[in-house]
């Protein structure tokens, strides 16, 4: 959220005064239908930019009214505005929400954990508020992304050249961070010239709010993304794999007198958070062919136009097709999983997580498997990815010996 509404949620008598008509008498939503509705809301709040405007934007209004209503009903204290919902979803783990779901059924939403909705550090949306208001059809998140990616692989078919999709997305990952000149330098690389009017629309100024006590940007050691202040003191990383992985990169100190630009928030979560995960994976794999007890895998990143994110292809030809995602909520990643594209063909479809969300959630395996349709649980595996290193070095040898024996 900007520093206007940061501001704003530190209470009601700051921000302007709720307007909008109001739902009708009724129970009003419950269960997951009321925390996706909030968790849109509260992302359509982090891209208001105009403070002096007393009208909520479409759907904000009517999410507070539905969880004030639940709240009433269910006999608890309701957020006392729309500002004060901001700072009620930073102190409500989603457990202890009004949803009107039992314990049992609470786990079985994937509401069972201390998951928050907005970080009370920085009183930004977090990753789990995203992952929930994915599954509300307009939210402006999924909609930016979708377009994006839709976009990029476009431009790039029309041009013949998936190695300019690979650049591009090797960008989101790798540079999240710019100055304009070192934007505007991007046109002049070949490989991004069918993707670089879309590039410049991927970043957005880093809002004034993020500066250090001396005009300074800081920026995070391990992702490169700005660290945002928290209300306390200090900064913070707002990727879940920095801040829960442990990290011991110090951070890098980017003095910007003219400001800096960066990827925009739907993307860093959804393309650069994973995506490093991806990179890393793609390092070890391919570090794996140096060592002579370790046979060398042909590895393939976002094959055939973003078919998947990685394909390994080992000495007899046997074929893994991977996506790597980083979803706090294994239920809702399970949900929304789909099959594999059949092209590049594979024998195998792996889902690979990196380790700390499994470090952090015993269950996430088997809390994934239960929200697959039930059609793909025999065809799509998932596995962590310091398991998937493990699996891809005894594939390798197992290919290679096959070769020696006269295998295909």
Not at 34 to 43: F, I, K
Not at 58 to 73: C, K
Not at 97 to 112: D, F, K, V, Y
Not at 162 to 183: G, H
């Amino acid at each position: 959220m900007t520093r206007q509404e940061t501001a704003a949620a530190a209470g009601p008598e700051q921000a302007a005064p709720p307007s909008g008509p109001s739902p009708r008498p009724g129970p009003g939503l419950d269960g997951v239908t009321l925390v996706r509705t909030v968790a849109s809301a509260l992302l359509r709040l982090s891209r208001w930019r105009d403070v002096g405007d007393r009208v909520y934007a479409d759907g904000v209004q009517s999410a507070y009214n539905h969880l004030v209503l639940r709240a009433i009903v269910c006999g608890g204290e309701p957020p006392a505005s729309v500002p004060d919902m901001v700072t009620w979803a930073a102190r409500e783990p989603l457990a202890q929400w009004p949803t009107g779901l039992s314990a049992a059924a609470l786990a079985e939403a994937g509401l069972g954990g201390g998951d928050f909705l907005v970080d009370a550090e920085t009183r930004t949306p977090t990753q789990v508020c995203f992952e929930w208001a994915m599954a509300v059809p307009d939210v402006p998140a999924e909609l930016f992304e979708n377009t994006v990616i839709d976009e990029a692989l476009a431009s790039c078919r029309a041009a013949g050249s998936p190695d300019a999709y690979t650049a591009f997305r090797r960008l989101l990952i790798t540079r999240p961070v710019l100055t304009a000149p070192k934007l505007a330098a991007l046109g002049a690389e070949l490989d991004l010239v069918p993707v670089f009017e879309l590039i410049r629309r991927c970043y957005e100024p880093v809002p004034a709010a993020y500066r250090g006590p001396n005009g300074e940007y800081r920026l995070c050691g391990r992702c490169g993304c700005v660290l945002i202040p928290r209300r306390v003191g200090g900064f913070r990383c707002e990727l879940d794999r920095c801040r829960h992985d442990g990290r011991e990169e110090p951070d890098r100190v980017e003095a910007a007198p003219g400001g800096l630009l960066q990827v925009r928030r739907p993307l860093r979560v959804f393309i650069t958070s994973p995506g490093l995960a991806e990179t890393e994976l793609e390092a070890t794999l391919r570090g794996m062919g140096g060592k002579r007890s370790a046979p060398a895998i042909e590895i393939e990143m976002w094959p055939a136009f973003d078919a998947y994110d990685l394909r390994l292809t080992f000495a007899d030809g046997t074929a893994w097709a991977i996506d790597v995602k980083d979803w706090a909520s294994p239920s809702l990643l399970g949900a929304r999983t789909r099959a594999f594209s059949g092209g590049p063909p594979h024998d195998r479809a792996l889902i690979v997580i990196p380790a700390y969300r499994f470090r952090r959630r015993e269950d996430y395996a088997r809390a994934f498997r239960h929200a697959l349709e039930p059609g793909l649980r025999r065809h799509i595996d998932i596995c962590t990815d310091a398991d998937l290193v493990k699996q891809a070095r005894r594939e390798a040898r197992r290919a290679a010996e096959s070769v020696e024996n006269g295998g295909r």
